[in-house]
């Protein structure tokens, strides 16, 4: 998985309750991505970042927040989880723009109780 | 209306049959188009990548792109059960921010 781990892998959690979840990589590239999978949905990006402290929003950000304080780490957190963000969660990174160089990682599974 | 649809499947096939994997699409901005395979719980990882119209051939996958209809396809010959994955469509316009997936169609390939 292109030197890209996410963590954890697995979470239950109850609503109401905040979660974090890491991605990190060793591969030094500059943008890094969050994107959720759902049934019928294909993936969806939430948020992004272009480098250090830059992050923007993507197509389905509400309910989510992000933070790169270092450029191999990018923290997705939902303040307050519900159950309609039960799903799964890849993390991606690209070294440039190019569309052909986006890796993603394994995967955290979320459930929201 | 989604602005990427694919047929979910699934699709069955025998161990060497040709294979065709399609989506349609409504944004005529988009101009890249990408398929990625994914095996079961595990990220996708990218198989083939088309700028523009035309054809593209990698062994025994070949991406087609015709913006004229706004419809992409991949085709793999010889089918492997390895070959046994969910396949996504995915296309964008210049800026890589603002990619578009299909819903995935699953494939399982019988020996």
């Known amino acids: 998985d292109a030197g890209i781990t996410q963590s954890p892998r697995h979470k239950v959690t109850e609503t109401g309750t905040p979660v974090t979840l890491r991605c990190h990589q060793t591969e030094n590239h500059r943008y890094m991505y969050w994107y959720r999978q759902d049934p019928g949905h294909g993936l969806r990006l939430i948020h992004y970042s272009y480098g250090v402290k830059d992050t923007d929003k993507g197509e389905v950000s509400d309910g989510y927040s992000v933070s790169r304080s270092k450029t191999e780490d990018f923290l997705l957190t939902l303040e307050s989880a519900t159950s309609s963000q039960t799903s799964v969660y890849f993390c991606?990174?690209?070294?440039?723009?190019?569309?052909?160089?986006?890796?993603f990682g394994p995967g955290t599974r979320l459930l929201v109780l | 209306q989604k602005e990427v649809e694919q047929d979910p499947g699934p699709l069955s096939v025998p161990e060497g049959a040709i294979v065709s994997l399609n989506c349609t699409y409504s944004n005529s901005a988009f101009q890249y188009f990408m398929w990625y395979r994914q095996y079961s719980r595990k990220g996708p990882e990218l198989l083939m990548y088309?700028?523009?119209?035309g054809n593209k051939e990698d062994g025994r996958f070949t991406a087609q792109v015709d913006k004229s209809s706004k419809y992409i396809s991949l085709f793999i010959r010889d089918s492997q059960p390895s070959d046994s994955a969910t396949y996504l469509c995915?296309?964008?316009?210049?800026?890589?921010?603002?990619?578009?997936f299909g819903a995935g169609t699953r494939l399982t390939v019988k020996p």
């Open positions: 088309t700028y523009s119209s």
């Open positions: 995915a296309m964008s316009s210049y800026n890589n921010n603002d990619m578009r």
């Open positions: 991606a990174i690209s070294e440039s723009t190019r569309k052909e160089t986006q890796y």
